[in-house]
Structure formats: structure tokens, C-alpha cells
């Protein structure tokens, strides 16, 4: 599944530790990832075993935005240069980023936990082994 070389690539480029879904109690910091949907690519003549997966990264940084942008910034530039390329070791045709969303969570601590979400449409075989 496309989603364990994701969780490998998201570490590698932010450092931080990935997660399905949600961050796990206690964590503050991090990244979670998720698919949204996985439709059939849609060529109009032939079937094909592509699908564009959407799925969406969230970061989560402690008290410092400048390196929450720096982390957004190092996943967009590193996937969208591929170009009939891989993600880990995920054969991957595009990527393509897509919505973003910033947020921001006073802690008890009074810390700041700055969140970045954005989508990828990333167009791969479903089938890929």
C-alpha cells in the first residue's frame, strides 16, 4: 500500500515522526496522513490501473510557524518533481498539491501548536507491488 512509503517519505523530510489518521496521545508534534479518495484515473478511451489518490498531510510544530512553513515547503518541493518517479519505493506518475489550511491551538502550557493541512493528488498503480 501507497500509504507506508508515504509514512517513510514523511519522515525522511520533516524529521518528524508520521502517523495514520490523528496524532497519538500525549504527542504534540508531528506529521498525520490520511486518503481522502482514490478514483480511477479517467483517460476517456481505455482503462487504466492508475487512480488519482487525494490524501491529506498535516503538520504539527511546536512554537516555531517560520519551521512549519520550511516543512510544507520540503515535502511540496520533493513531490512535485516527480515525474514518473517513486515515493519510497511507490512507482508514482504526479503529484499535485492541492488545498491548505493553517491553524493554531494555545496549549495548556501556553505553547503554541502551529498546524499546516494540504492535499496531494497523487496519481499512481493502485496494483503496484
Request: net charge negative; charged share 20%.
Amino acid at each position: 500500500m501507497i500509504e507506508y512509503e508515504i509514512k517513510t517519505a514523511l519522515e525522511a523530510l520533516t524529521s518528524l515522526p508520521a502517523y495514520p489518521l490523528l496524532l497519538p496521545d500525549p504527542e504534540q508534534e508531528g506529521v498525520t496522513y490520511q486518503k481522502i479518495t482514490d478514483p480511477k484515473f479517467d483517460t476517456g478511451l481505455a482503462s487504466t490501473a492508475l487512480v488519482q489518490g487525494r490524501f491529506q498531510v498535516t503538520l504539527y510544530v511546536i512554537d516555531d510557524y517560520a519551521h512549519l512553513l520550511e516543512l510544507d515547503k520540503a515535502i511540496c518541493t520533493a513531490w512535485e518533481s516527480i515525474q514518473h518517479g517513486h515515493i519510497g519505493r511507490w512507482p508514482v506518475q504526479t503529484v499535485t498539491r492541492g488545498t491548505m489550511l493553517q491553524g493554531a491551538t494555545t496549549l495548556t502550557n501556553n505553547s503554541v501548536q502551529y498546524r499546516l493541512v494540504r492535499d496531494y493528488v497523487i496519481c499512481y498503480p493502485e496494483d503496484a507491488t
